[in-house]
Every structure is written in structure tokens, then in C-alpha cells.
């Protein structure tokens, strides 16, 4: 592919980026339209369920495209869903060529889309820049890939990598920047998700409050022996708790209901069978915001996909402070679960970075190609 062909599928990624906290359930998409000449004549992306997809936004602007092409993060879909299929916008606007990063993991599309375009005569290309969009939409496609919930650990450190002091201050390592940053994540997850002892040594809302994605979301405690109480600062404000519990406690169960929490209780629960439960209930991402154990859980079960850290530039020491991640670790580093697609930013004197578990997007694309 043509190097200004590239240039128009990173300008519709970076487009379909827009729709970040507001597209889902529906993917992020972005997409491009150029004329015969191969000049940009429409640009889209898809804001909201309901709204526009992005080819659909794109014609708008671009009107009809006789002999052009369409650059589109995304396959266009062949259903009617809130709104008509894409492929006949594709088709209606004349364009001769559609290019695009991936096909739709969608069971209504799955390469429909794809073959109704060849068979109306138009060139279709896929694949270029497939990662990259395959990374973009790691929600989406995780959920609708894996019928689970996509899984993000999280967490602020120093430069020297503790989470808190011996004495257990860590409010706060990360600069304001940086703590913005982190709100900014919980706008991007369904369920905001940490480990009783977070619970009650920080007493978090684990809400979002940025008002950047619509609606509130689901707060989760894991909390074998049910220590959490109803005076916990997570009960008065709005939106769902869900509190994932071994405990025997009726008295606190009955009390933590009457204040609308669900109460879940099992003899065990696995990290694998709360995220099942989750993703029963509609969960489609978690993000895990601590402490150490609850992170060093999901690391050790593999339990999870991206991993978003906030460095901040302090030096704490001490044998005695804390790392992100607890529990036995690995004996040898040839074991070390591996992180890949780092990203690196700055919020600030905080430096962020951002990764993805080693595999996870060869393995999408691989189902992707299949669809
Ligand atoms: C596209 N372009 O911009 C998007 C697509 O119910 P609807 O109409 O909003 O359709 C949602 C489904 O459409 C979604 O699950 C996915 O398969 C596809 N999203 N497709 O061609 C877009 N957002
Ligand atoms: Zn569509």
C-alpha cells in the first residue's frame, strides 16, 4: 500500500479515536473518503450508538464519490442494527475501492459486509494497519472476540516502583496530572474493580466523575471475608456495587443489601468466575485499579490484557514499601508474563506507559482473518 493510502487509514484511526469514551458498545471507527484524484473529500467517525457510523458521516461531507475510495478503520456492516447497513452507503456513493484495517467480529457481520462490497464490484483491500486498529478497539474486539470482559490493570508508582510507603501512604505518589489521567481510564471501563483491602485502607467512590462517557459505572470489591461495611464511602454515591464475597456474614450481607449493593456469595470465587459473572451481568471491561494482592491475582492467573502505569518521578525506598504486584511472582525470568505495544506519554512530571499482554494481538487478528 501506498504511503499517502497509510496516511489516509492513521488519519481515520485517529478520527475513530473521538468516539474513545462515548462509541461503546460500539467500536470506535473512523474513516476517510477520497475522490478519482485521491484527494480527501469526506472524513467521519462514529460518535455514539444511535448516530452516524463513520462511513455514513464521511459521505456526508464528501457527497457522492464516483471512482473513489473509502478508508475505513473498520468493515462496514451489512445489518440493520439503530441504523441501515453501511455497504449500501458504500455502494450508493460510487466509490470503486474500499480499504480497510480489519474485518467486523460482529455475529450479524463477519465478513458479510466485506463480500456484499466484492460482489457489487468494488476492490476491496484489508489488512493494512490491522494492528494498530485491532489495539484501538482492544475492548470491542476482547468482548466480542472472547465473550469476556477485557481486563486492565492499573496503577501509580514511583520512579523506584512502590505503590506506597512502609507505612502504607500512597495518597499521593502521582502528580495531579497524572491522578487525571487515571480518572480519564475509568471513563474508557465498565467496571472499576479493587481488592478489600483498597477498599477500606483508601475508601474510594470508584466512580467516574469526568463526565466523559455516559452513565455511571460498576464498582467492584473483592472481598472474601466481607469487611466491607455499609459506611464504606462507595455506597453513597449513585450507580451499581457489586461486592464478590466467601463470607458467611448474614448480618453484613443483609445490611449491605438493604443499601442496594448486590452481594454475591460462593464458597469460591476465582478471578475466573467473577469476570464470568461480570460479563453475565454486562460488563464488558474491568479495569483493576488494586491493591497489590488483587494485581498480583490477575497477573498470576493471566487474567488480564492491558496494563496502564503512572510513573511518578519520587524516590521512596525501603525494603518494607510496597510493589504493584504481590504474591510469589516468578522464579525465573523466562516466566516473567511479558507485556507488549508499549506505549509511553507525560502528564506532567509523570511519565505514563501502556502495554499489551505478549500475544493477545496476534491472537485477535488471527481470529479476524478467520472472520
Ligand atoms: C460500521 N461503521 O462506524 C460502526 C460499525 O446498532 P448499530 O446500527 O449502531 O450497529 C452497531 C454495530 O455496527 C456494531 O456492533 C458493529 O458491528 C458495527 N459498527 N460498523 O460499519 C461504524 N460503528
Ligand atoms: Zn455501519
Redesign the pocket.
Known sequence: MRDVEIGHLRLALRLAARGRYT?Y???M?G?VVTDRGGRRIGRG??HA??QA???VAAFAESGRARGGTLY?T????S?H???PP?IDAVVASGVGRVVACHA?P?F??RGR?LRALRDAGIEVAVGPLAREAVRLNLRYLVEKVEARPMVTLKWAQSLDGKIATASGESQWISSPKGRQWALALREEHDAILVGSGTALADDPSLDRRLGLAPGPNVRVVLDRRLRVTSRARLLTVDGPVIIYTESGNERRIAGLRSRGVRVARRKVWTLRSVLRDLHRLGVGSVLVEGGAQVLGGFVAAGEFDRVEVCTAPKLIGGGGAPGPIAGSGVAKLADAPRIEAMRTGRRGPDRVMSGVREGLLDHLLVELGGA
Not at 74 to 77: H, R, T, W
Request: glycine share 10%.
Open positions: 462509541a458498545p460500539n467500536p471507527v474513516a467517525y462514529h450508538p444511535g457510523h463513520a462511513e475505513v473498520l468493515e462496514p456492516c445489518h442494527g439503530r441504523t453501511c467486523d460482529d450479524r457481520v459486509g
